[in-house]
């Protein structure tokens, strides 16, 4: 018995999963929309070149637009979750991109594709701010962040499984196995707006005046910490495009270190993500965390350069031990900016606020792919130098940067727009 008690709680210790309660059910829907998110991830660009016929570039160009489009309902529906019940704006938006999802069935041309996968971003960006409130609503201000990284770490969980489960098509490779990917992922879906709609309604306790959007947008001192923490997340795309490029390119690594580095960073995610959370639990904290996480992240930078300059068995361990010192340095990064976005958001207006913060990450997202590709993949290790220099430097900038947001929130009486 005492054995079976043991096992009990070493499992519940290293389960992503809380105990039962409001962010247990989140957090199941939240496994359940992301198992979704890596199955349609996984296997998107083979479904749509083999079952679809779309060439590669269409694919590229298409999604490259319609990521930019869809930025554009980050803010509006951030906004949105300020007046309406986050609950149910976030189940509505899911029973869509199911809707949205099941659509790629029916596409069989690029303008058609087009339309398709900007409908899908624009509800993806959306749904993120309406995300960013319902976290904050389920959480409390006093538990918000912890919630946040008990999300994040069920959704690496999420997607690893379902990259695993798409395993499957890959292998069998033909259109109807790609048909089901996509089934599959709208399947995920509606489960995920089923238990959400389980947690209870989270109705706004004071009605927010108009335009609390233009009010997020025009906020100085908060965008210039937005502004900073987006930059510093520009390294997801160093991670998952330009580090495996990389390692194929400029270095002596075989090729499945690619797999084993993502496999680091998924795994240290999952058991770290909610431990690594407590340091950042207000803005002034969060700010120093943000700044050690730009210095930690600049020296994994600059260790993947290393591994272009010396032997094989080297360079996979200078790549391994530089993904667990960005890991540490992206989960700090995550919590410290989920503090500071909600921290400095004005209280009746978090939905708008995280709309804004989004924005400013998917445009740096958007940016990232050509502007890190040019200066690493061409550039070589001068590159990672730059963008470890980069990163270094935002860090350092974020805890001043911090000071002024809250001196002027202090200073700033209420006032509607």
């Known amino acids: 018995m005492g054995t079976t008690a ?7 210790s290293l389960s992503p999963l809380p105990p039962p309660g409001r962010l247990r059910t989140l957090s199941l829907a939240t496994l359940a929309n992301t198992i979704g998110t890596g199955l349609w991830v996984t296997g998107a660009a083979l479904f749509l070149t083999r079952a679809v016929g779309l060439t590669p570039t269409e694919v590229g160009l298409g999604l490259t637009l319609a990521g930019l489009v869809g930025l554009t309902a980050s803010v509006p529906l951030g906004g949105l979750a300020d007046r309406r019940d986050p609950r149910s704006l976030r ?4 029973l869509a991109q199911a809707a949205v999802a099941a659509a790629y069935l029916l596409v069989g041309s690029f303008p058609l594709f087009l339309l398709v996968a900007t409908l899908d971003a624009l509800l993806i960006s959306g ?6 409130a319902l976290v904050a609503a389920v959480g409390g201000p006093q ?13 690496n969980l999420g997607v690893a499984l379902g990259a695993g489960l798409a395993a499957f098509a890959l292998v069998v490779d033909t259109g109807w196995a790609y ?8 399947a995920t879906y509606l489960v995920s707006a089923a238990l959400i709609m389980r947690l209870p309604a989270y109705p706004p306790a004071r009605r927010p005046v108009r335009q609390r959007a233009g009010r997020a947008l025009r906020d100085g001192p908060f965008l210039a910490v937005a502004g900073a ?16 490029l990389w390692v194929v390119a400029h270095t002596e690594a075989p090729l499945v270190t690619v797999s084993a580095l993502l496999l ?8 770290l993500a909610v431990r690594l959370s407590g340091s950042a639990r207000h803005a002034v904290p969060a700010a120093t965390t943000m700044r050690r996480a730009g210095l930690v992240l600049a020296a994994g930078m600059l260790l993947w350069a290393a591994s272009a300059v010396v032997p094989t068995s ?5 790549l391994l031990g530089a993904t667990v010192i960005y890991t540490l340095g992206d989960l700090w990064h995550a919590g410290a900016g989920a503090t500071l976005a909600y921290d400095l958001a004005a209280p009746d207006a978090l939905g708008a606020y995280q709309g804004v913060d989004g924005l400013l990450a998917g445009l740096v997202r958007a940016a990232g792919p050509a502007l890190l590709t040019w200066l690493i993949i061409d550039g070589g290790p001068v590159g990672w130098l730059a963008l470890a220099g980069l990163l270094a430097l935002t860090g350092l900038a974020v805890p001043p940067l911090t000071r002024r947001a809250l001196a002027d929130r202090a200073d700033r009486s209420p006032h509607p727009d």
């Not at 538990?143 to 959704?155: D, N, Q, S």
């Not at 048909?179 to 709208?186: M, S």
């Not at 997340?233 to 495996?244: G, M, N």
């Open 264 to 271: 680091v960073n998924t795994l240290l995610t999952v058991l």
């Open 179 to 186: 048909r089901l990917l996509v089934l599959g992922n709208v």
């Open 314 to 318: 080297v360079a996979v361990g200078l």
């Open 91 to 94: 189940a509505v938006l899911q």
């Open 6 to 12: 043991e096992v009990r709680d070493r499992w519940r």
């Open 143 to 155: 538990g918000r962040v912890h919630a946040f990284a008990t999300l994040r770490a069920v959704a």
């Open 229 to 244: 923490s987006a930059v510093l997340s520009v390294h997801h795309v160093a991670l998952t495009l330009v580090l495996p």
């Open 127 to 132: 749904n993120l701010a309406v995300r960013a």
